[in-house]
């Protein structure tokens, strides 16, 4: 009987100490469950959570971004160019006081004062006159018309800038917009205008510019001929951000 009760004695201890690390085993496993549940990124955490790529910032050019506002940079000053005003002009036909002419001032109506600042965008080369079955093979001779780029600081395509045309061409009015798309003949950011079936010259009668979202002037206008050469039927004219 002695014999037995102390075997008991044995089995009862080591199911206790089992009992006891059972417990002890559940408490570390929970206790690691919460702590990974409230901080992933802990050392003994066997999956942890990937960081996020930042994302990319495309420069507004209307806008100054957080970068250059930690960054001093010398302030340009912008020089107004002083435009002449006119002096009014007295007419011949008016009224009378006294049987003295009055003579009348006749107002002269305000002129544009022309942007002296600096641009966002300028011309990235020389403007290229070339042959439109390069990007246009079925049309041959019967097409005329004007296309280009636009690039970022980086080099890299921009789209969704507004392109305005604008001036006359073969006696009529051409005032004309477009958007940089990311798919085009021309490559990203491309764009392009039709000006007609048949090359015709014509001299700084046509400019291009570029607007943003608000149709703010974020370029100079750039002025371009055209040419009757078969040729020289497509105008490109490619323009880079400088700021």
Do not use: H
């Not at 960054?71 to 007419?91: H, R, S």
């Not at 004007?146 to 969704?160: K, N, S």
């Not at 703010?216 to 039927?233: A, G, L, M």
Request: aromatic share 10%; glycine share 6%.
């Amino acid at each position: 009987m002695q014999q037995e009760s102390s075997k008991t004695k044995i089995l009862d201890l080591f199911l206790n100490i089992f009992t006891g690390l059972i417990v002890v085993l559940i408490v570390v496993i929970v206790t690691l469950q919460v702590t990974i549940y409230l901080n992933p990124k802990v050392i003994f955490n066997p999956f942890p959570p990937y960081d996020l790529p930042e994302a990319l910032v495309i420069e507004n050019p209307t806008q100054s971004s957080e970068l250059l506002n930690l960054i001093p940079t010398a302030t340009p000053e912008i020089a107004m160019a002083p435009t002449e005003t006119q002096m009014p002009t007295a007419t011949e036909q008016g009224t009378f006081s006294n049987g003295t002419p009055v003579p009348e001032i006749t107002p002269v109506p305000p002129t544009e004062t022309p942007f002296s600042g600096y641009y966002a965008f300028v011309l990235q080369n020389d403007i290229n006159a070339i042959e439109s079955t390069l990007f246009k093979p079925n049309y041959g001779c019967n097409w005329i018309g004007v296309a280009g780029q636009v690039f970022d600081l980086q080099g890299r395509p921009v789209m969704g800038v507004r392109v305005w045309l604008r001036g006359t061409f073969n006696g009529e009015r051409v005032d004309l917009l477009s958007l940089t798309l990311e798919s085009s003949p021309y490559g990203p950011s491309g764009f392009e205008f039709a000006l007609g079936d048949t090359p015709l010259n014509s001299t700084g009668q046509l400019s291009i510019q570029l607007l943003d979202q608000a149709n703010i002037p974020i370029s100079d206008r750039v002025y371009f001929d055209t040419y009757e050469d078969c040729q020289q039927n497509l105008i490109l004219i490619n323009f880079k951000q400088i700021r």
